[in-house]
């Protein structure tokens, strides 16, 4: 190998070596990025916060990323008794983010030990608030009145015999009861209290909300007590409405039929004795023609209604049957038996 060959040998090394420093040693912090230097665990000078291109010792040194947008925390669901000694299940979530990246790894070392950490303040400092207030306090925002159902306004009253539930001491009721915070104050509490505390770990909790309020068994048998009372009031008072209308219907038809039968009944008398009248005239007319036939005609039709196939006639001579017999005998001769 000559001289030039060595040159250019070291070069090649020098370069690829110095690269190889560079790419150890450099360090890019992006914009939604927050980097600790840590030296055999210990930080090294002030956190990172601005975004940037940045150095630090290679291969002694070590950086350590955090986030620098919000984070989300979701706890996990927890029953809590409240002042009335009302047990619920209450289910939070908050929203945080790390301000003090060097105080935040010094306490908590990395993401998954803040979660951690929060789990344990914010659960805490729920706890604590929901156990100084009483159910209605935590379910209900304002003092506003309640819309209530028209069809519910008599009703108030009647319920709460019903299913004998003291107003005072019903802890879904919410039409009576004044409340003196609401939820929302008794929310501003929790993350007054949570942010308290986790700012020695160099977090900010932004806000801390209710996702869920779940009654308890006995609780929410009294709620699904009054909607079942409740509906079946409307019910039967809508069924009763439908009796009296079905009632009132069924009146209106047997009038209506009592008329049209009388009405029917009035005109089959009227031209029945408007028959019985033309029938009357026409037998008169035929009397005035043939009194002697119209008297034959009546005492056939006589015979008609009395006698049937079965009958015996026994005459006497001086009968009109028996004449008019007579008469056809010795007009046609001898009748046949």
């Known amino acids: 190998m000559n001289r030039t060959q060595v040159i250019a040998t070291g070069v090649l090394t020098f370069i690829t070596v110095g690269a190889i420093l560079f790419v150890s040693s450099a360090t890019v912090v992006n914009e939604n990025e927050q980097v600790v230097i840590t030296q055999f665990g210990a930080p090294v000078g002030d956190a990172i916060t601005e975004p940037g291109l940045y150095f630090k010792t290679p291969f002694i040194q070590r950086v350590h990323r955090f986030e620098n947008r919000y984070l989300e925390w979701s706890g996990d669901r927890n029953q809590i008794p ?64 309640p819309e209530i159902d028209p069809d519910l306004e008599e009703f108030e009253e009647e319920l709460e015999v019903e299913i004998d539930v003291d ?46 309020i779940h009654y308890n068994e006995d609780v929410r048998q009294q709620v699904f007590a009054r909607m079942i009372a409740e509906r079946q ?17 069924e009146g209106e038809k047997e009038r209506e039929l009592q ?67 007579r008469s056809i005998e010795e007009i046609q001769g001898p009748l046949d038996d």
Do not use: C
């Open 167 to 212: 107003i005072e001491e019903d802890p879904v009721h919410t039409g009576l009861v004044e409340i003196d915070r609401g939820r929302a104050q008794i929310m501003d509490a929790i993350l007054e209290q949570s942010a308290n505390r986790a700012e020695d770990l160099g977090i900010e909790i932004l806000d801390v909300r209710f996702k869920h």
């Open 233 to 249: 009031r409307i019910a039967q008072r809508y069924r009763s409405e439908g009796e009296g209308q079905a009632a009132e219907i």
């Open 82 to 145: 409240t002042l009335d000694k009302r047990f619920i299940w209450v289910d939070t979530f908050a929203r945080w983010r790390i301000v003090d990246p060097l105080r935040f790894y010094q306490r908590v070392l990395d993401e998954s030990g803040g979660q951690s950490r929060l789990d344990d303040i914010i659960d805490g400092a729920t706890r604590d608030v929901v156990a100084n207030h009483d159910l209605i306090e935590v379910v209900r925002l304002t003092n506003r009145e």
């Open 259 to 325: 008329r049209l039968e009388s009405d029917a009944y009035r005109d089959a008398e009227r031209l029945r004795g408007e028959a019985d009248g033309e029938a009357a005239a026409i037998y008169a007319e035929a009397f005035d023609v043939d009194p002697e036939f119209y008297r034959f005609l009546r005492t056939m039709e006589t015979y008609e209604e009395v006698l049937d196939e079965d009958s015996t006639l026994v005459l006497t001579t001086d009968s009109d049957f028996f004449r008019y017999l």
